[in-house]
């Protein structure tokens, strides 16, 4: 899951490529590097760390040359170093490369046998000296990279040029992302049509299995099986305004406060808001006909799926599988064909979600997504998609995406439960006006922002901080701590209150936080215990609920007062204190809220 990008230009291509790379910073940001071919002669400038440092490097060390290649790099093989930046290079030609080459060891023993020294511990090396081999046995460049990639295992994204091509670059997609752009006699490669954007809004994907041979006068694609074959071009809505922060200082702030807005335009997908009324595109299968839902996804799309697996079972009476989508390709379910697999993804391109997708639809399943990104391989891969209307996401940890695939959700939970039968007409409008409440109660929380800025003070010292709920907001729970850890390093863990006892509890002392989402469901009560369990052995409370101080019948370090809203839409609206929580601890500690360490935005390796 890094970012790559290639220019076939008319004039300098230094620039463009670093502007293509921001658009691709969210895949990863260890190190970046770019690649130009001038006078027959090919260089390069790679730099540790984000992709600013680059730009200061090229600042002093500009890099002519109009056709280019650029990479920025989340490390898989080889620490994030400059010596392991892409891209790599022998005199003949560079590489850029996107996935995990899985044989690279048996090819790096293979290539060293033959005498050339290995000068980087990446798997992506191997691809130059491979393609160099070739070509000093005489075969062209194209000859040479279909013989190269016969002996590559995995799933990768590759760009290639050569030094004695200056009108070629040839490019190869197996399972990871590559859109390919067409310009004024000018081509251009990245891995997704975000990144080509400023340049072009003429997009061909390639499918997997294609590599493309790239001219600045258009390309020519084959299959696998070296076939040529025909993509369609289709014209991108990708915008070419870079997103900004706004007034905010971090886009994950501003992202929290479009929410009201994105959910809002969210919803109106799905609902009739004069009629309180669903209005569900038509859908390829049929509640009816169904045993079960399967669903699967990754980290807090993950979390939106759990959220749904209890509404579907309450409303509509239809059981859920669930599984993070890293066991689930594994895990050979079993499937009854017909069935519903149902895939949550932001980015669409997640490397495991996308595998389960293709396992479930090898198993006869109706293939339905819910993304964000409509140009996403997941969503091109589904039946049918349900997008979420966020907007860009750039932040890596994930907040708008994930109360608007919540919004999905719960719309597609109604319409399962009217259609089991399950919902009468007068259930429906009641939670559909719930559902339409959403953004208000989501506005008034995030009017004042003080509590969490004062908390933010004590959860910073802390080593441990526990989440707990119940029920619906069990997987708030989860999600609170998750985004805890991403963005502060703080160590954090979700249960499910009622488990407290059965461990967890052994954790709690006075120097342990616990922050507990109780609002005045049929659970209360039950949640009110728990927190009881952790009051009488010193735990710090923190307590988000819309009951008042004196029903908690336990001393609480501080309260979030929580709108009252119906149960069943809690969900979306206790996201937004989790959220708020993470956010200003992290500020507080000074961590690149962003972009935090080790980790990317959209994660299209394994
Ligand atoms: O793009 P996706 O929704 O498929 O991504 C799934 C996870 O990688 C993602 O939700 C991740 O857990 C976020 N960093 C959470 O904030």
Same mark, same amino acid.
């Given at each position: ?8 230009? &008319?004039?300098?291509v #230094? ?10 910073e969210?895949?990863?940001y260890?190190?970046a ?12 400038l790679r730099?540790e760390?984000k ?7 090229l600042?002093k ?9 650029g990479h920025t790099?989340w490390?898989t093989?080889? $620490?994030?170093?400059?010596?392991n930046?892409h891209? %790599?290079?022998t ?5 850029? %490369?996107?996935g ?7 090819l790096?023993? #293979?290539i060293a046998e ?6 980087t511990?990446t798997?992506?090396e191997v691809v130059?000296?491979?393609i160099t081999?070739e070509?000093?046995?005489g075969?062209?460049?194209?000859v ?5 990639l ?5 799933a ?5 040029i ?17 859109? +390919?752009?067409?310009?004024?006699g000018?081509?251009?490669l990245?891995?997704d049509a975000? #990144?080509l954007?400023?340049?072009?809004d003429t997009?061909?994907y ?5 590599w $493309? ?10 299959d696998?099986?070296?076939? !040529? ?8 809505v990708a915008s070419?305004?870079? +997103?900004?922060k706004g007034? %905010? ?14 959910v809002?335009?969210?919803?109106a ?24 839902i399967?669903?699967s !996804?990754?980290?807090t799309a993950y979390?939106a799926?759990l959220?749904a697996?209890?509404?579907?079972e309450?409303y ?6 669930i599984?993070?989508a ?12 017909g069935g519903l #697999?149902l895939?949550?993804?932001q980015?669409? *391109?997640?490397?495991d979600?996308?595998?389960t997708?293709r ?7 109706h ?9 996403s391989s997941?969503? &091109?891969?589904s ?6 209307l966020a907007g860009p996401?750039? @932040? ?5 995406a994930?109360t608007?695939?919540?919004?999905v ?9 009217r !259609?089991?039968?399950?919902?009468s *007409?007068?259930? *429906?409008t ?9 953004p ?8 004042d922002e ?6 933010s003070?004590t959860l910073?010292?802390?080593?441990d901080?526990?989440?707990?709920? &119940?029920?619906?907001?069990?997987p708030? $729970?989860?999600e ?6 991403e ?10 209150a009622g488990?407290l006892? %059965? ?6 002392d006075?120097?342990v936080?616990?922050?507990v $989402?109780?609002?005045?469901?049929a ?5 009110l ?7 009488a052995r ?6 988000l609920?819309?009951? @008042? ?6 001393e609480v370090m ?11 839409v809690?969900?979306?609206?206790y ?15 000074g961590?690149d809220?962003d ?5 990317a ?6």
């Amino acid at each position: 899951m890094c970012g790559i990008v290639g220019i076939l230009g &008319r004039e300098p291509v #230094a620039g463009k490529l670093v502007d293509a790379l921001k658009r691709l910073e969210y895949r990863g940001y260890d190190s970046a590097g770019i690649a130009t071919l001038e006078a027959g002669k090919l260089t390069r400038l790679r730099a540790e760390g984000k992709l600013r440092n680059l730009e200061d490097r090229l600042a002093k060390e500009p890099l002519r040359g109009n056709t280019g290649i650029g990479h920025t790099r989340w490390a898989t093989h080889g $620490a994030p170093t400059e010596n392991n930046a892409h891209p %790599h290079m022998t005199g003949r030609v560079s590489v850029v %490369h996107n996935g995990i080459i899985e044989n690279f060891q048996e090819l790096r023993t #293979a290539i060293a046998e033959t005498g050339t020294v290995l000068t980087t511990d990446t798997d992506t090396e191997v691809v130059a000296h491979l393609i160099t081999h070739e070509l000093d046995e005489g075969h062209d460049p194209v000859v040479a990279v279909l013989h190269t990639l016969k002996r590559l295992e995995g799933a990768f994204a590759l760009a290639i040029i050569f030094r004695d091509h200056e009108d070629l670059m040839i490019a190869a997609r197996q399972g990871s992302p590559l859109a +390919v752009g067409f310009g004024d006699g000018e081509m251009y490669l990245g891995s997704d049509a975000i #990144a080509l954007a400023p340049f072009t809004d003429t997009i061909t994907y390639l499918q997997d299995g294609d590599w $493309a041979v790239m001219t600045r006068n258009g390309l020519a694609i084959r299959d696998r099986e070296g076939n !040529a074959v025909e993509r369609p071009v289709q014209k991108s809505v990708a915008s070419a305004l870079m +997103v900004d922060k706004g007034n %905010h200082r971090h886009f994950m702030a501003k992202e929290i406060h479009e929410q009201p807005e994105v959910v809002s335009h969210t919803l109106a997908h799905y609902i009739d808001f004069t009629n309180t009324r669903l209005q569900l595109p038509d859908l390829p299968f049929d509640f009816t006909n169904l045993n079960r839902i399967v669903i699967s !996804a990754c980290g807090t799309a993950y979390y939106a799926g759990l959220v749904a697996k209890y509404w579907f079972e309450r409303y509509a009476r239809l059981p859920v599988d669930i599984d993070v989508a890293s066991e689930f390709r594994y895990r050979e379910v079993p499937l009854e064909p017909g069935g519903l #697999a149902l895939f949550i993804s932001q980015s669409g *391109e997640t490397a495991d979600t996308l595998a389960t997708l293709r396992y479930c639809r090898e198993q006869d399943q109706h293939i339905a997504s819910i993304v964000n990104v409509r140009e996403s391989s997941i969503a &091109r891969d589904s039946d049918i998609v349900l997008p979420t209307l966020a907007g860009p996401e750039i @932040g890596v940890a994930s907040t708008k995406a994930f109360t608007c695939q919540l919004a999905v959700l719960a719309c597609l939970a109604i319409a399962a439960g009217r !259609a089991r039968g399950h919902l009468s *007409e007068q259930d *429906e409008t009641e939670l559909v006006g719930a559902l339409i409440g959403v953004p208000r109660h989501m506005s008034a929380l995030l009017r004042d922002e003080s509590g969490f800025e004062a908390l933010s003070h004590t959860l910073s010292k802390a080593h441990d901080v526990l989440y707990l709920g &119940r029920g619906v907001n069990f997987p708030i $729970a989860l999600e609170g701590a998750l985004k805890l850890k991403e963005i502060s390093y703080i160590h954090a863990e979700g249960y499910a209150a009622g488990e407290l006892k %059965h461990g967890p509890i052994a954790l709690i002392d006075e120097s342990v936080p616990v922050v507990v $989402a109780a609002p005045k469901d049929a659970l209360f009560e039950k949640t009110l215990s728990n927190l009881q369990e952790v009051a009488a052995r010193g735990g710090q409370i923190i307590v988000l609920s819309d009951a @008042g101080e004196a029903e908690l019948g336990c001393e609480v370090m501080a309260t979030i007062p929580m709108p009252h809203a119906h149960d069943f839409v809690n969900p979306l609206i206790y996201a937004i204190p989790m959220q708020l929580i993470a956010y200003y601890t992290a500020v507080f500690m000074g961590t690149d809220v962003d972009q935090p360490r080790n980790l990317a935005k959209s994660v299209t390796v394994e």
